[in-house]
Every structure is written in C-alpha cells, then in structure tokens.
C-alpha cells in the first residue's frame, strides 16, 4: 500500500529575504507593464507612419494582452511542471528577439502580429511572479505582498511613457523597441542569478501536460475561484481601457503635448501605488475579503462621477485628472485582495491558478479597452467603458461570492484549500 505524501504548507521566507524577493517579483511583472507604456505617446505616431487608423494603432496595444492570455494558459501548467525558472528565463529571451523584429516592421499588420506573438512569450514573467508568490505565502500575507508590488510595477506609468517619449523625440518610435530589448535582455541575467526556485522538484505535478491543461477543468468548476478570478481582470479591463484611450483623449481632446502627456500619465500612476499602499497597511487588521467588499462599490460610485467629469468637461484637464486618479487608486483596494482570495483556494497548483488569473486579465483587457476606440476615441467612451467594466465586477462579486451575505466576508477570509494545513502565525511570510 502506498502512504501518501503530506502536503507541505507554503514556504516562507525569512524576514530578511522579503525585500529582495519583492523587488525580484516586480521585475518579472514589470516587463509587459513598461513594454506597453513606453509605446503609448507613440501611437499618434505609428498610426501617421504606417498610413493606418487610430484603432488599428490601439490594436498593437490590446494585441499583446490576446497574446499574453493565451500564453498564460500555456506557462501555468509548464510551471507547475518544470518548476518556475525555465518558462521565464526562455519567455524573456524571446521577448529580446521579438523586440528586435518590430524595430524593422513595414505594416501595421506585421507590427501587430509581433506585438501579439511579443505577449505570447512575455506571459511566462506575470504567471512565474503569481505563483511563486502563492508557492510561498498566502491569505492576508499574500495580499499585502501583491500590494507591496504596486511600489516597484508603479516604475511602468511613472517613468516609461517619459523615457519612451525622450526616446521617440530622438531617434523615432522604432527606438523604443532596441530599448526594450536591451531591458529584457538585461531581465534574463537578473533572473537567471538571483530568482530562487520557489518550487522544489518533490511538489511538482508529476503528470503529463495533457493531465496538467484538464487542471483548468477542475478551476473552472470552484464557481467561487471564477467568480473571484474574474474581478481582477475586469480592473484591468478598466485600466487598460484608460491606457488605450488616453494618449487621444488627453493630446487631441484635451491638448496636452507629448511631454505633457507624459507627465499626466505619470501623475495617474501615483494613484494605484497609494491605493495598494493603504490596502497593505489594512489587509491583516481588516482582512482582503472585507476589503474587496467595500473597495468595488466605491470605485463604481467614483467611476460614475468621472463619467459626469468627462461628459461636461468640469474642471478642464484637472477635473479630468482629479477624477481618474481617485476611481483607480480604489482599485488598490479591488485586484490584489481579489487575486489574493482566489489563489488560496487552489494552492496545489499555483501555477494554473495564476495563468487562469492572468489569462482574465489580459483577455478582458484585451477584449474591452478596444470599445473606446469603437464608441468613438473621446473621454466619454474612455470613462464609459471603465464605468462598465467596474460595475460588472461588482454583480460578479456580489453573485458569485458570499462576500455581501451575513458573515459571508469572514467565511472568504477564513478558508483555504481543503487539506492544505494552515500556515503557523510564528512563521506569517511579511515583515509588518
């Protein structure tokens, strides 16, 4: 008879540690998130260059998050297989390649499909970061990390649409991709000296591929593991709705330069970094269920302000900004928590877990930033589409969890897998 082996909680990591692993973490989420932004003043520019519209211009940006979905669903199962290093440090070096062809795209269609096939094989960075972050910690602690997150992710919309700009007004947008190659190439020598092996070999799943993909199976069918799976990705879709429509809505709409531009953009990406800041403070005293309850209707009540903001202009450019940075500085409270809940459900397979996640983020993203170009382009669509996708995640919440029935907040806070034995308060994986 065989005795079967224990499952062993989450590793922790020493105190010390912490710092370093966070700023490995956001590294690896880093990459798509600058490969986006330090393109984004450049699309006016692409789309005069290669004689084509504004939404097939948008399109190489919602073009990487298809790309990244899919490829999620492909590096989740890999890594719960291979272990978390291989799938990124191949990933990373494609993205080098990858960078370098789009330097010598003709056509918006060669650009396009290279920005597709640029979030194929970048996806393994995002999925390797979740999982290795529920390989060690989860609950509360794994929230707060997610939050912690947001000081080095927030590098993206605060410096890369200025040094993306800088690098355009120089050379020409083509130069934005040699310097995204030289980043990612950089990446992959970080990764392969410092990034641990969060998975050892005895808790890898010692089944086929095939075997692992039907794990998908097995997640699609926690309604609650969906339900919570999905919000993430619909604040995404609110964020990206923003990032797509906003180098029109604020440089022609509203006038800004360039430059200009660049700055706004920066100011706004201060928001979720406060936001994150003030949920990881919270998240161990208030715990991630109550304030995922709390943070969704709030940020539906502020988006439905900044709608009113766009639709009358009030306030001018500040109004605008105003409104914008105080509806996504909410979202600090909505993804992380909701990320956090859903992985704890399903710690056997981290990696799955996290490409499901990941996939709903970049696939929403994908699939709703593109309605503000096809309402139209101007701030009411941009503020429309973010007003929807919020709202839709609070009825997925509200219909899919407990988290609005009596004590059902306690009840999400408190469970995890079950089997999987708590991990001993003496060994909590934050620092406070």
């Given at each position: 008879?065989?005795?079967p082996?224990p499952?062993?909680?989450?590793?922790?990591?020493?105190r010390?540690?912490?710092?370093?692993?966070?700023?490995?973490?956001?590294?690896?989420?880093?990459?798509p998130?600058?490969?986006t932004?330090?393109?984004?003043?450049?699309?006016?520019?692409?789309?005069?260059?290669?004689?084509?519209?504004?939404?097939?211009?948008?399109?190489?940006?919602?073009?990487?998050?298809?790309?990244?979905?899919i490829?999620?669903l492909?590096?989740?199962?890999?890594?719960?297989?291979?272990?978390?290093?291989?799938?990124?440090?191949v990933?990373?070096?494609?993205?080098?390649?990858?960078?370098?062809?789009?330097?010598?795209?003709?056509?918006?269609g060669?650009?396009?499909?290279?920005?597709v096939?640029?979030?194929?094989v970048?996806?393994?960075?995002?999925?390797?970061?979740?999982?290795?972050?529920?390989?060690r910690?989860t609950?509360?602690?794994?929230?707060?990390?997610?939050?912690r997150?947001?000081?080095?992710?927030?590098?993206?919309p605060?410096?890369?649409?200025?040094?993306?700009?800088?690098?355009?007004?120089?050379?020409?947008?083509?130069?934005?991709?040699?310097?995204?190659?030289?980043?990612?190439a950089?990446?992959?020598?970080?990764?392969?000296?410092?990034?641990p092996?969060?998975?050892?070999?005895?808790?890898?799943?010692?089944?086929?591929?095939?075997?692992?993909?039907?794990?998908?199976?097995?997640?699609?069918r926690?309604?609650r593991?969906?339900?919570?799976?999905?919000?993430?990705?619909?604040?995404?879709?609110?964020?990206?709705?923003?990032?797509?429509g906003?180098?029109?809505?604020?440089?022609?709409?509203?006038?800004l330069?360039?430059?200009?531009?660049?700055?706004?953009?920066?100011?706004?990406?201060?928001?979720m970094?406060?936001?994150?800041?003030?949920?990881?403070?919270?998240?161990?005293?208030?715990?991630?269920?109550?304030?995922?309850?709390?943070?969704?209707?709030?940020?539906?009540?502020?988006?439905?302000?900044?709608?009113?903001?766009?639709?009358?202009?009030?306030?001018?450019?500040?109004?605008?900004?105003?409104?914008?940075?105080?509806?996504?500085?909410?979202?600090?409270?909505?993804?992380?928590?909701?990320?956090?809940?859903?992985?704890?459900?399903?710690?056997?397979?981290?990696?799955?877990?996290?490409?499901?996640?990941?996939?709903?983020?970049?696939?929403l993203?994908?699939?709703?930033?593109?309605?503000?170009?096809?309402?139209?382009?101007?701030?009411?669509?941009?503020?429309?589409?973010?007003?929807l996708?919020?709202?839709?995640?609070?009825?997925?919440?509200?219909?899919?969890?407990?988290?609005?029935?009596?004590?059902?907040?306690?009840?999400?806070?408190?469970?995890r897998?079950?089997g999987?034995?708590?991990?001993?308060?003496?060994?909590?994986?934050?620092?406070?």
């Open positions: 008879m065989t005795i082996t499952r062993r909680a989450p590793v922790t990591a020493p010390e540690r912490t710092a370093g692993f966070v700023l490995l973490i956001g590294l690896l989420t880093l990459l998130a600058v490969t932004d330090m393109y984004l003043p450049s699309l006016p520019d692409v789309a005069a260059d290669l004689f084509t519209t504004e939404a097939a211009a948008q399109f190489t940006i919602t073009g990487m998050l298809i790309g990244g979905a490829g999620q492909l590096v989740g199962p890999l890594s719960d297989r291979l272990g978390r290093r291989l799938p990124v440090l990933g990373v070096s494609l993205h080098v390649v990858i960078s370098l062809l789009c330097v010598v795209a003709t056509t918006i060669q650009l396009a499909t290279l920005r096939l640029q979030g194929l970048s996806s393994g960075a995002t999925v390797v970061a979740m999982a290795c972050i529920r390989d910690y609950g509360a602690d794994a929230a707060k990390l997610m939050s997150l947001m000081l080095v992710i927030a590098v993206a605060l410096l890369a649409p200025t040094a993306g700009s800088a690098i355009a007004a120089a050379w020409g947008w083509r130069a934005v991709f040699v310097a995204l190659a030289l980043l990612a950089v990446l992959v020598v970080v990764v392969a000296l410092f990034l092996e969060t998975l050892p070999a005895e808790r890898r799943t010692a089944h086929g591929i095939g075997s692992s993909l039907r794990g998908y199976g097995q997640l699609l926690d309604r593991f969906v339900a919570l799976a999905v919000i993430p990705g619909l604040g995404m879709a609110m964020i990206m709705s923003y990032v797509a906003s180098p029109f809505v604020l440089q022609q709409e509203y006038g330069s360039t430059s200009q531009f660049a700055l706004v953009f920066a100011i706004g990406g201060t928001s970094v406060t936001g994150s800041q003030v949920n990881a403070a919270l998240v161990h005293r208030v715990g991630p269920a109550r304030l995922l309850r709390a943070g969704i209707p709030v940020t539906v009540l502020l988006a439905a302000g900044l709608v009113g903001v766009a639709a009358t202009h009030l306030g001018g450019i500040v109004g605008l900004v105003v409104a914008l940075w105080l509806t996504t500085a909410v979202l600090g409270f909505v993804m992380s928590n909701a990320s956090a809940l859903a992985l704890s459900r399903h710690g056997e397979r981290a990696g799955t877990a996290a490409a499901t996640i990941g996939f709903l983020q970049a696939g993203a994908g699939a709703v930033s593109p309605l503000v170009g096809v309402l139209g382009g101007d701030a009411v669509a941009m503020t429309g589409v973010m007003l996708s919020i709202t839709v995640a609070l009825v997925i919440l509200a219909v899919g969890t407990p988290a609005y029935r009596r004590g059902g907040w306690v009840e999400m806070g408190a469970e897998r079950v999987e034995p708590a991990v001993p308060a003496d060994q909590a994986a934050i620092a406070h």
